[in-house]
């Protein structure tokens, strides 16, 4: 596995492939590599014949207040995982190489489903995903791109800014990686106690058994208060849990494919997670 850390130097590096036609998947991440993560990379090495993985943590997606400093960053200890599983170029840039020097008066802004959910509690966020990834899909010019349905808003709109700019990718959305207790594999997830890592996997059982109660007709406002209630009552502080069709429009009813999104915080962590619970099975 090749290791570039500058822009020219991984141009360089994939002129051949170019050159030949190769396939190639990209996965951009800002590291601390998980199980999540590496799955990511195995199906861009299945479909792909040049695997091209970022690790970049990406100052403009960090608000203010949040952990941007504290971020784990094991750039070692992730290049030997990336090597396990046959990527072929680490993608490594600094602050400034993907930002450079001068001001930046370009925005990336995507309307309406960047409003709610993670939008509400963490403005600009996504302008700042949306930024970073626009700037890497140029970077490296993927012929596949892959991201994880864990964060399943910020994958909506990297679809939505994809497809409004022409931006010549396939976006692949890979299912969420769980640890065997349920809970959504995220490098956040280090930052747990002991005791608050045996708390965090209710998020997952709420998330099934609401979704096992919808198919026996609750409904969704009684399902969504009750996993805030059981939340609030295991010692989450909740930012949201709420219910959308799957392409984030609002939904009143179990009447359609609906996902379930919860948010909260244990200490200072907070973690999401989110249920697709298909409407076919009611009926079907
Ligand atoms: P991050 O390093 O948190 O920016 O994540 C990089 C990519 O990995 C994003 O596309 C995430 O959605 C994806 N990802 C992170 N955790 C998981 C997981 N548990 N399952 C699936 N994808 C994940």
Partial sequence: MKTETTIQGLSASLQTARAARKVIGFVATMGNLHEGHLNLVREARRLCDVVVVS???????????????????????DSHLLAEVECDILFAPSVEQMYGTQPRLTTIHVEKITEDLCGLQRPGHF?????????????????????????????????????????PVDVIGVPITRAGDGLALSSRNGYLTVEQRKIAPIIYQLLQTSSARLKEGATLDMVLRDI???????????????????????????EQDVVLFVAAKLGNTRLIDNLVVKYSKLIG
């Fill in 127 to 167: 302008d700042g995903v949306a930024l970073v990834v626009t700037k890497l899909l140029n970077i490296v010019q993927p012929t596949y791109a892959f991201f994880g349905e864990k964060d399943y808003q910020q994958l909506a709109v990297i679809k939505q800014f994809v497809q409004d700019l022409s931006i």
């Fill in 55 to 77: 690790i970049f943590v990406n100052p403009t997606q960090f608000g203010p207040n949040e952990d941007f400093d504290n971020y784990p960053r094991t750039l070692e200890q």
């Fill in 228 to 254: 805030r209630q059981s939340l609030t009552e295991a010692g989450f502080v909740v930012d949201y849990v709420e219910a959308r069709a799957v392409n984030l429009s609002h939904v009143e009813s179990f």
